[in-house]
């Protein structure tokens, strides 16, 4: 299995040693491309879940109202879904700096328990 990398990003205001570190996977995201709008909403991008509906709604509308080919509309839907599942994580970590929350750095590892590990053992005086 190969290695993955997550950026890190930490709360100002945490008050635990690892004070609200958050960890956001570099890369495709699977579980935005298949759930898209979901997966917004329950990050919080909100402006990016309701343009994905927005989105999604025109495809349908222009399907049923100017008869496209399906194939054409599946292929459309691919790449909305692909969009999501390339640029979900970006616009995860750009929230993240909006609020407050900057990159300090990369963490490595198969999964996120053993990235943060590896972050943790080599930042363990100063996160």
Same mark, same amino acid.
């Given at each position: 299995? +190969?290695?993955?990398?997550?950026? @890190?990003?930490?709360?100002? =205001?945490?008050?635990? #040693?690892?004070? !609200? %570190?958050?960890?956001?996977?570099?890369?495709?995201?699977?579980?935005?491309?298949?759930?898209g709008p979901f997966w917004a909403f329950y990050h919080r991008l909100w402006f990016?879940?309701?343009?994905?509906?927005? +989105?999604?709604?025109?495809?349908? @509308?222009?399907?049923?109202? =100017?008869?496209?080919? #399906?194939?054409? !509309? %599946?292929?459309?839907g691919l790449a909305i879904s692909l969009l999501i599942g390339f640029e979900g994580?970006?616009?995860?970590?750009?929230?993240?700096?909006?609020?407050?929350?900057?990159?300090?750095?990369?963490?490595?590892?198969?999964?996120?328990?053993?990235?943060?590990?590896d972050w943790f053992r080599r930042h363990r005086a100063t996160p």
């Amino acid at each position: 299995m +190969a290695a993955k990398f997550y950026t @890190v990003h930490f709360s100002p =205001f945490g008050s635990g #040693p690892d004070r !609200d %570190a958050r960890f956001v996977k570099d890369g495709f995201s699977w579980v935005a491309f298949v759930f898209g709008p979901f997966w917004a909403f329950y990050h919080r991008l909100w402006f990016a879940g309701l343009m994905l509906v927005a +989105a999604l709604a025109a495809l349908a @509308v222009a399907g049923e109202y =100017f008869v496209l080919d #399906p194939a054409a !509309d %599946a292929a459309l839907g691919l790449a909305i879904s692909l969009l999501i599942g390339f640029e979900g994580p970006e616009l995860l970590r750009k929230k993240l700096e909006r609020r407050g929350m900057p990159e300090r750095g990369l963490a490595c590892g198969r999964n996120l328990a053993e990235a943060e590990r590896d972050w943790f053992r080599r930042h363990r005086a100063t996160p």
